[in-house]
């Protein structure tokens, strides 16, 4: 009677911010960027290009200190709960063998309340480890969508800034963008910003 626990996968950094776009609008005034850190893309936009850039969701996610964070977070609940349901399997396992052991010398109506009570124990592993996966799926599944909200909150804010029209993302799990000039890539922009708004707010 082998008990295994399937554990809470990795947060998928595709799924995070897969297809976050921050658009100014047609319709809205394109802000003046500022002077400081005002790169060549936004002095073009602010020409009347209609600026399309974009950012890379691996090396986001892999550098968004609020990532990490949740990360190693739902990564240590996975562990704990594997651990749990270590421990209560290896329980339950040498319960069967000492019940296997001293079977032959128990009355028919011993064997059966023994075998009901661990077949009851077994329901209830099972039923441990599938509360466990959910839990576990489903606060992933909040926090994904926390870090969707809070990078497409910043995009937008960053975009008008910048004055750009788009943002796009790239990642190699899910390569929808084929080409792009380096020049488009702000990445590093967007990590810089997104980790300062994060520690302000942690203070």
């Known amino acids: 009677m082998k008990i295994s626990f399937k554990t809470i996968s ?3 950094a595709g799924l995070a911010i897969a297809t976050v ?3 100014c609008g047609n319709k809205e005034q394109t802000k003046t960027p500022s002077a400081s850190g005002s790169a060549p893309a ?3 936009a602010s020409a009347g290009q209609e600026k399309i850039v974009f950012v890379n969701s691996d090396s986001l996610v892999n550098n968004y200190d ?3 964070e949740i990360k190693s977070k739902l990564e240590s609940k996975s562990k704990k709960a594997q651990q749990d349901l270590t421990s209560k399997g290896n329980a ?4 069967v063998a000492d019940y296997q052991q001293k079977a032959k010398d128990m009355s028919a109506d011993e064997r059966a309340s023994t075998e009901q009570r661990l077949a009851r124990k077994q329901q209830e592993l099972a039923a441990f480890n599938q509360n466990a996966s959910s839990a576990l ?6 926090e994904n969508e ?5 990078v497409a909150e910043f995009l937008k804010t960053y975009a008008k800034e910048k004055g750009y029209k788009m943002v796009l993302t790239y990642s190699k799990s899910n390569p929808s963008l084929l080409f792009a000039d ?3 890539d702000v990445t590093n922009d967007v990590v810089k910003g997104l980790n300062e708004a994060y520690s302000k707010a942690k203070k």
């Open 10 to 12: 990795k947060i998928s």
């Open 21 to 23: 776009i921050a658009s």
């Open 42 to 44: 936004a002095t073009s």
């Open 66 to 68: 609020y990532f990490k």
């Open 92 to 95: 339950f396992q040498r319960e």
């Open 137 to 142: 799926a489903n606060e992933s599944a909040s």
């Open 146 to 150: 926390r870090l969707y909200d809070k």
């Open 182 to 184: 380096e020049s488009l």
